[in-house]
């Protein structure tokens, strides 16, 4: 695969990254909390950050998100003590804990190695991206 150019505005690069991670996420086919598939019950699958996605070091780490429908999405976004409780279930206190100091941390994405790297992993997993 030939790397992303350089020449490509970091912005439309950050934002394809962002598009292939949640793509990656969805692809688990399943809501993680409920069990419904896609559309199952009238809702669309949706990639649900742990860490919000304003944190650009764990944007697109693949820990920081869950598969959800779009209805358990919007209730852990209307309850998060509910969501806090499902994270620590789910991965455990560690590594929210490494989220939230990847998140908390210095330096800078490079955006365009990071959707060579999603990319690679669409590859991998059969995703058309």
């Known amino acids: 695969m030939k790397p992303t150019s350089r020449k490509r505005k970091v912005s439309a690069v950050k934002a394809e990254a962002t598009r292939l991670h949640s793509l990656i996420v969805r692809s688990h086919g399943r809501c993680q909390n409920c069990g419904d598939a896609w559309r199952a019950n009238g809702s669309k699958l949706e990639c649900a950050h742990i860490v919000s996605r304003r944190y650009s070091r764990t944007r697109t780490d693949l820990n920081n998100a869950f598969c959800l429908c779009s209805r358990c ?7 998060p003590l509910e969501f806090a409780a499902f994270v620590t279930a789910e991965i455990g206190e560690d590594e929210y804990a490494r989220l939230v100091g990847l998140a908390q941390g210095l330096g800078k994405v490079d955006w365009y190695d990071e959707l060579d790297r999603l990319r690679l992993l669409a590859d991998a997993i059969g995703l058309a991206a």
């Open 73 to 79: 999405h919007m209730r852990f976004t209307e309850w």
